[in-house]
């Protein structure tokens, strides 16, 4: 997505993704003008390729007199853009890469959201053994040894930073390898390239549930404690960037946690894949 200067925000000229529809739109001069109707909301891929702003942002939209713009990219780039006050409200799952923004008072009226857990998904006959392996870092070890095929992000989004995390615990830099592929996707696309290649992956689960049905991909390791991945929203900091719609984002950021709102992030997924894509954790 193409973003103009520092500070320029998409409702300047710049595309944004529509809140439910994935298409670019222009902001409509008179809600400029009233400087309270467009939410601009930066967050990751998987929020959006999972299908769960779908069915929440039309209910916030429904109760508020906003419409919110969102930009669906990487968690590092949905951060960078709060750091150049060009979005409004963040919703992101990288909790290290977040804590220095609200630190330095970048964002504020920061929250937990819910949380589901990274899974490694591979080839069903499980070519490197991941699942057999003692822990997470002899699974990683495992696919390194074999040269076995793995798709990376490689976009600085939180999957990604959690990947690079996880190789670094094994003690291994897979920069360079031949079977090390850097997508530079988000994640739907991601895993279609690694059932495509017959590779391994790291995905959010509801991400992966909700692209499994196109895939030759199987769950081959999940459940390990260092797979928890846990969503947070902020807003960015008005004190710090005037331009920002404060009062859209702090509506937001509430909606986000109402408990009513929280039910239907524990109810996402279930009729069509039989478990939740997400679990509630507002705090």
């Known amino acids: ?95 290290e890469a977040e804590k220095p923004l609200v630190e330095a008072g970048v964002v504020t009226n920061y ?37 076995t095929p793995f798709v990376s992000r490689g976009d600085d989004s939180g999957t990604h930073k959690k990947e690079l995390a996880l190789w670094k615990g094994a003690g291994i830099d897979p920069h360079g390898a031949d079977w090390y592929i850097e997508s530079g996707t988000g994640m739907g696309q991601t895993l279609l390239i690694a059932s495509e290649k017959g590779a391994y992956t790291l995905t959010d689960r ?22 928890l991945n846990v969503y947070h929203v902020m807003q960015v900091n008005p004190e710090r960037f005037p331009q920002v719609n404060a009062k859209g984002a702090a509506a937001f950021v509430q909606f986000l946690i109402a408990p009513e709102t929280q039910a239907l992030i524990g109810d996402f997924g279930k009729d069509r894949f039989g478990e939740p894509l997400f679990f509630p954790d507002a705090d």
């Not at 819910?114 to 002899?138: E, S, T």
């Not at 990683?140 to 040269?147: D, L, P, Y």
């Open 111 to 147: 929250h937990r959201v819910m949380y589901n857990d990274f899974i490694l998904v591979g080839p069903p006959d499980d070519p490197a053994g991941v699942g057999r392996a003692d822990d997470l870092a002899a699974a990683f070890r495992a696919i390194a040894g074999g040269k």
């Open 1 to 95: 997505m193409g973003l103009s200067g520092c500070g320029a925000r998409p409702d300047q000229g710049a595309d944004a993704t529509a809140g439910t529809t994935g298409a670019p739109e222009e902001a409509k001069p008179d809600a400029l003008a009233a400087g309270v109707t467009d939410v601009i909301l930066a967050t990751t891929t998987s929020t959006q390729d999972s299908g769960l702003l779908d069915v929440l942002i039309p209910r916030f939209e429904q109760s508020a007199p906003y419409r919110v713009k969102t930009v669906a990219v990487g968690t590092g780039q949905a951060l960078k853009m709060g750091e150049q006050g060009e979005a409004d409200v963040l919703l992101t799952h990288a909790p």
């Open 206 to 227: 509801g991400t992966y549930l909700a692209y499994r049905d196109k895939l030759h991909l199987a769950v081959v390791r999940e459940k390990d404690p260092e797979l």
